[in-house]
C-alpha cells in the first residue's frame, strides 16, 4: 500500500498554490487505494502560528481533502506535528555525527551572501558553500566556539561525483552531488533543517510517495544523501509545476488575495476551485465545478503539464466565475 503526504508550512495562510499541491499529492493517494497523512511542518517556530495551522486544516477540509492520520486525529505514527519530534530529529544528527559527517560551521551569513554574489555560486538551494569550515583543526572549532555558536553541516562523501533519480513527475533527474556544497542539518539557532526534518519524518511515517512542487526538485539529491547516510529507505518522488504569478515568481502574498480563506469569504464555492485546479492539472477538458471526490478514479499523473502556470488577473476571474 502507497503512503503519500501533505505537510504545510503554518507562516501564512493557504492559497491556491499550496492547494494544488495538496489535490495532486491527495488524488495521487486514493487513487491507488493508498493512506494519506498530513503533517504540520513548523519546526520554524517564530515563523509558525498555532491559529493558522488549525486555519490549514480547516481549508482542506472545506475543500473535500481527508487524511487517515494527522495532528488533530493522531495515528500510529504520532505526533504529526514537528516541533513535537524533536528527538527523533537529536537522534539522527547523533548517528550522523558518529559517522562523522557532520561538522561545525562558524561562517556568518554576511560571508555566505558573499559567496552568492561570486559568479555561479547560488543554486536554487541557496549560496554553494565552499567548505570554508570543513577542515578546521579541533582546537581551531574550540577557540571558535567560544565566540560564536555554530551550525552543523552535512559533509558530503567524495564517492558522491553525481546523484540521479527518476521523478515520477519530472522524468530522469541527475545532480552533481557537490552543486550546493556541504549543506546545514541545524541551524546556529538551533532549529533542525527542512532537510534533515523531512527525511526523519518521511521515513518514520513510512511515507512511499511525495508528490510536491517543482521548486523543491533541487532538494532531493540532498535528501536522498541523507536516507543513505541514515540507512533509511527513501520514497518515490514527484514534482509538479508551480502555480506562478505574472511577474514570473512562486505565487505568495504579493500576487493578491489568493488565500482559500479569502476565496470562501468571497463566496467561491469549494468544488469551484477543484474544478478549476482539475482542469489546469490536465484532469478534465473544461473548466467546471467538481467534488475532489469525483476526480480519484479516473486521476492520471502522466496528463499533468510539465510547465508551470502563470496566474493572472483573467485567470482569477475565470476561477470566480466557473
Known sequence: MIRGRFAPTPSGLMHIGNIWAALLAW???????????????????PRCRPELAEQALADLRWLGIDWDEGPDIGGPFAPYTQSERDEWYAAALDRLEQNGLLY?????????????????????EGPAYGGTCRCLSPEEQKKRKAIKAPSLRFRIGEDHSSISFHDEAAGKQTFAAD???????????????????????????????????YDLLDSTPRQ????????????RFAHVPLLMGEDG???????????????????????????????????????????????????RLDLVPTEPFIIDSTAMKQLMRI
Request: proline content about 4%; overall charge neutral; charged content about 20%.
Open 27 to 45: 488524488l495521487q493517494t486514493r487513487h491507488a487505494n493508498g493512506q494519506f497523512v498530513l503533517r504540520m511542518e513548523d519546526i520554524d517556530k
Open 104 to 124: 561545525p560551521c562558524f561562517c556568518s551569513r554576511a560571508e555566505l551572501l558573499a559567496v552568492a554574489s561570486a559568479p555561479h555560486g547560488l543554486s536554487e
Open 179 to 213: 552543486a550546493g556544497g556541504d549543506f546545514v542539518v541545524r541551524r546556529a539557532d538551533g532549529i533542525v533543517s527542512y532537510q534533515l526534518a523531512v527525511v526523519v519524518d518521511d521515513a518514520a511515517m513510512g511515507i512511499t510517495d511525495v508528490l510536491r512542487g
Open 224 to 235: 536522498l544523501m541523507l536516507y543513505e547516510a541514515l540507512s533509511l529507505p527513501a520514497p
Open 249 to 299: 515568481k512562486r505565487l505568495a502574498k504579493r500576487h493578491g488575495d489568493t488565500s482559500i480563506a479569502g476565496l470562501r469569504a468571497a463566496g467561491v464555492a469549494p468544488a469551484h476551485i477543484i474544478g478549476w485546479l482539475a482542469r489546469l492539472a490536465g484532469q478534465t477538458d473544461v473548466f467546471k465545478p467538481l467534488s475532489a471526490a469525483e476526480l480519484v478514479q479516473g486521476f
